[in-house]
């Protein structure tokens, strides 16, 4: 085997100079520890009669053991990783320093040294110095020599971390250990003699486990970070270096506001670049925006998308319009107008003509109250969608309850064109007071039965089944059963007699009740305000403070451990009250003594004779009403009852 080695002959010509390389595989082991005692070194590795099996081709894959503490034979080694290398072994030689010197690039003579000076004693000890040899290297650049000495083939890295090593030096156990059993010589071995004394004594060993960590998975894992190539280093503003993502999307400040926002934005946020920067169709598109809600105030996304002329929507595109939305509208995340984009300064909990605005929202291409919608029928949402983006469906935000297109699952209540549905829309009943978490300013009843019959309307128009006279009937029949106004007084008065409806038309009337009652918060949909209840630690101070046990600032009262409790009756507020401490007990005792004078009252009553025709379930009945009401009237007195 041969290595090339190019070198520059000074007439341009690269020519390299042929080695011959022996035969002889080297193998290598990389030390982790500087070497300054060679020794030392091999006796680290195991000796030097472990250093044969290094190079035995019999066993390639053979493994290296570092010790780092030798003479420590409880300390664990560390395996090497053997790797498998093509390196070549070179030996260069270079010119041999005579101990004379002279200021470097002077040209002036050669000055010898002071025979047996500090500095040639360190030179002449330390000839293995790397500087020294790379300087002796850079300063006879033609002299030095090369010779290859060998291929190396096998490479014995260590890359584990090292085991903890158990301190033995007060262990009498592993004293006796080193001194009579490691050396394995006959005679100590004989002396050897374990402790079989019996009881805990001071200073006991505690035998260390074999291993303290898994040699495997003392390294951690590799998870190869790399930079993110699209991150760049710049200079900030105030000139400091900082990283910036080239690739990082941008950020949509578009404001979303919930249903109880106190202020509601009047201009687009801070820190968006002029529009005058924009791309003319940009530019556009934000015109054509501005006036249609300038008709129209709160539209839907998909209205808007309908409503913007083709060729405008096309250039600028649904991904760049929803960083356009931002200088011209706010959004509502909840309430009556969700998913709503509401123009700048336009708060319409302030107006009950924007009760028409109002959203309604549906989970559609269910199967519900007995009606199969055939799903190959329905056209499917993705189509329509990008239809819708195409701009060749331009009134699927419109429901006239006999087509659906499913681009979109909102719905307002202007964009109903249902007959039915839009002669409850149109009410003049209204709330006195807009309910902000879903009603508006429309009243619970109705608006429940319009959100359950526009449901129904649309399960109806997907099954192609829109003019069933029989569903329209039991609309009507919802509509005149139940009131716009549902109270828990008249709830279970809106239901339907006996045999009187079919079963979807029960299901429907039992989801308009609860979709009416239904609460949200401290808020009802009546519109009534709950007064909020106390936590719990408030109303335990409170009730201590009115037994007396707490003074009215909450602070507890010095009680006398010695005097004995007072279990009678406390005086508050001028009233006397039982003592809550009693009060369980009490109310266990008058009905023990109800329940004896009941029995006993019945035994005479049925061991009697009469001549008149009495009825012994009537006595016990007006009985039991005076005892209860004597009781009544005394645990009102008593003031638990």
Request: glycine content about 6%; aromatic content about 8%.
């Amino acid at each position: 085997m041969k290595s090339f080695l190019l070198e520059d002959n000074g007439g341009g010509s690269r020519s390299a100079p042929a080695y011959n390389l022996p035969g002889v595989p080297i193998v290598a082991v990389e030390h982790p520890c500087l070497i300054s005692n060679f020794p030392r070194a091999i006796e680290s590795l195991g000796g030097s009669q472990f250093l044969p099996k290094l190079v035995d081709e019999s066993s390639p894959f053979a493994e290296a053991r570092l010790f780092l503490c030798p003479e420590d034979p409880v300390a664990r080694p560390i395996d090497s990783f053997n790797t498998k290398t093509s390196n070549v072994l070179l030996k260069i030689t270079v010119p041999k320093r005579t101990g004379r010197k002279r200021k470097r690039e002077s040209g002036g003579e050669w000055q010898e040294w002071v025979s047996g000076s500090s500095s040639q004693r360190r030179l002449l000890s330390d000839p293995q110095d790397a500087r020294r040899l790379f300087q002796s290297l850079r300063d006879n650049p033609d002299r030095y020599q090369i010779q290859p000495v060998g291929m190396i083939v096998h490479t014995h890295r260590f890359r584990r971390l090292p085991d903890f090593v158990w301190s033995a030096a007060e262990s009498t156990f592993m004293t006796k250990m080193k001194e009579q059993i490691l050396p394995f010589e006959y005679t100590k071995m004989k002396d050897f003699k374990f402790d079989w004394s019996k009881g805990a004594e001071s200073g006991k060993d505690l035998l260390p486990p074999p291993q303290w960590t898994e040699r495997e998975r003392a390294i951690p894992f590799n998870y190869a970070y790399r930079q993110n190539a699209a991150v760049q280093q710049i200079l900030s503003t105030s000139g400091r270096p900082a990283s910036h993502n080239t690739q990082q999307p941008r950020r949509n400040k578009i404001p979303m506001l919930t249903y109880d926002a106190p202020e509601i934005p009047i201009r687009p946020p801070d820190g968006l670049a002029s529009e005058s920067s924009l791309p003319a169709t940009s530019q556009r598109f934000l015109i054509a925006v501005r006036e249609i809600l300038a008709k129209r105030p709160v539209c839907t996304r998909r209205f808007l998308q309908n409503k913007v002329p083709r060729d405008i929507w096309k250039a600028v595109g649904p991904d760049a319009a929803k960083y356009l939305w931002q200088r011209v509208a706010y959004i509502w995340n909840s309430g009556p107008w969700r998913d709503c984009l509401c123009a700048l300064g336009v708060d319409p909990r302030t107006n009950k003509g924007m009760r028409f605005y109002q959203t309604l929202i549906f989970q559609l291409e269910t199967e519900t109250m007995e009606t199969k919608v055939d799903k190959s029928k329905v056209t499917k949402t993705r189509t329509d969608r990008e239809l819708a983006a195409r701009g060749e469906i331009r009134e699927s935000h419109i429901f006239d309850g006999k087509t659906v297109s499913l681009d979109g699952k909102i719905w307002q209540m202007y964009d109903i064109k249902d007959p039915f549905l839009r002669s409850l829309i149109r009410t003049e009943a209204l709330r006195d007071e807009c309910h902000l978490p879903a009603d508006g300013w429309y009243t619970n009843g109705l608006i429940a039965k319009i959100r359950v019959i526009m449901k129904a309307k649309l399960e109806l128009a997907l099954a192609e089944d829109p003019d069933n006279a029989e569903r329209n009937k039991g609309f009507q029949m919802l509509n005149d059963l139940i009131p716009d106004v549902v109270t828990k007084e008249n709830k279970d008065d809106a239901r339907f007699g006996k045999g009187a409806a079919d079963k979807w038309l029960l299901t429907m009337a039992e989801q308009i009740r609860n979709s009416a009652t239904r609460k949200f918060g401290n808020r009802t949909t009546t519109g009534a305000t709950k007064e909020k209840p106390l936590p719990m630690w408030a109303r335990t101070l409170t009730k201590k403070v009115a037994t007396g046990q707490r003074g009215k600032g909450g602070r507890p009262r010095k009680v006398d451990r010695d005097k004995p409790k007072d279990t009678s009756d406390v005086i508050v507020n001028g009233q006397e009250t039982l003592d809550p401490r009693l009060r369980d007990t009490t109310v266990q005792s008058i009905k023990k003594e109800r329940d004896a004078t009941m029995k006993a009252f019945e035994d005479e009553v049925a061991g009697s004779e009469s001549d008149d025709d009495v009825d012994d379930s009537e006595l016990g009945d007006d009985e039991e009403s005076s005892e209860e009401r004597e009781i009544g009237e005394d645990s009102e007195t008593d003031g638990y009852g």
